[in-house]
């Protein structure tokens, strides 16, 4: 059996919506592994500390993971050039902790309404996000 691990820079280098891409590939039953770090669409894969550039597209991707029951490997795949390797996998793990935990507090019901029946749920959805930013 052949399954990929995408990676979140080689997918924004891609021009790629990340959540959209992983989703693909594990609408497939083909998503053997994640790859996390940051990355400026196009450029040069740079590996920067998850959650640097692209913090929605981050967490959602988390979220999308989450709400396809996603049980695989998490792995950093980051270049830590100013600080120690232990303390960039520390910042790594804290800041998807924070992601999965106010992803955690997202009220999950209300936005499979909206998205199940967008026609009576018109802007929920946003200020549901909205809201959860305080």
Same mark, same amino acid.
């Given at each position: /059996?052949?399954? /990929?691990?995408?990676?979140?820079?080689h997918?924004?280098?891609g $021009?790629?919506?990340?959540?959209?891409?992983f989703?693909?590939?594990?609408?497939?039953?083909?998503? @053997?592994?994640?790859?996390?770090n940051?990355?400026p669409?196009g450029?040069?894969?740079q590996d920067?500390?998850? @959650?640097v550039?692209?913090w929605e597209?981050t967490?959602a991707?988390?979220y999308a993971?989450? /709400?396809?029951?996603?049980?695989?490997y998490f792995? $950093?795949?980051?270049?830590?050039?100013r600080?120690p390797?232990?303390?960039?996998?520390?910042?790594?793990c804290r800041?998807?902790k924070?992601?999965?935990?106010?992803?955690?507090r997202?009220p999950?019901d209300?936005?499979?309404?909206?998205y $199940?029946?967008?026609?009576?749920?018109?802007?929920?959805l946003e200020?549901?996000?909205?809201?959860?930013?305080k």
């Amino acid at each position: /059996m052949v399954v /990929m691990q995408p990676e979140i820079g080689h997918v924004r280098m891609g $021009f790629e919506d990340t959540p959209y891409a992983f989703a693909r590939v594990a609408r497939e039953g083909r998503l @053997g592994n994640t790859h996390w770090n940051s990355q400026p669409l196009g450029n040069y894969d740079q590996d920067l500390n998850v @959650g640097v550039v692209g913090w929605e597209q981050t967490e959602a991707l988390l979220y999308a993971l989450k /709400m396809i029951g996603y049980q695989g490997y998490f792995c $950093f795949d980051i270049n830590p050039e100013r600080m120690p390797v232990e303390k960039a996998v520390e910042i790594n793990c804290r800041v998807l902790k924070i992601m999965n935990d106010r992803i955690n507090r997202l009220p999950h019901d209300r936005i499979l309404e909206c998205y $199940f029946d967008p026609a009576n749920h018109r802007g929920e959805l946003e200020l549901i996000l909205a809201e959860a930013r305080k």
